[in-house]
């Protein structure tokens, strides 16, 4: 003869079914969530927007910049709208001097990046292609010599403004 199942075992069953629940809505939620920030990191700075470019030390090549939090690297190429405002902030262990190499002339504001986490900017007005550079200063005395392996990377960095 069967027996009916107990209270007990039929709100374990639903307490069961509500956890499986909401673990799929924290995995969707999840998934949308690395969905954004992949296309935040991955697209161009909006018409009128603003892009950042950051600048580290590191053990190899010295130091490297990134765009929009994306991979460190010596050499940089990328596309953004007219009106972008690029925003470099200097976190290496020296300053750097923003210098533009090529392109249609622009006013930079605050190039001379003097101490850790400052920044200069630039607002890219017209559509071209634009080159930008560094000159590293020696490192700050309370950083000491840090240790790096190789050649120092020199800096360079390609916009095309669209």
Known sequence: ?????????????????????????????????????????TSAAPAGGT???AIRHQMRGC??????SGPFKP??????????VLRFTNNDVMPHKLVQAAGPKLRLVHPTMSKMASSASVKLTQKGVYRFTTKPGADYAWAGSPKTVGEDNVLHLMVRVK
């Open 75 to 84: 050499s940089l190429s990328i596309s953004v709208s007219t009106g972008t």
């Open 63 to 68: 130091h490297a910049w990134s765009f929009n």
């Open 1 to 41: 003869m069967a027996t009916a199942p107990s209270r007990r075992h039929l709100a374990n069953s639903r307490n069961e079914g509500e956890i499986k629940q909401r673990q799929q809505r924290i995995r969707g939620a999840a998934l949308a969530l690395a969905v954004l920030a992949t296309l935040a990191i």
């Open 51 to 53: 892009g950042t470019i």
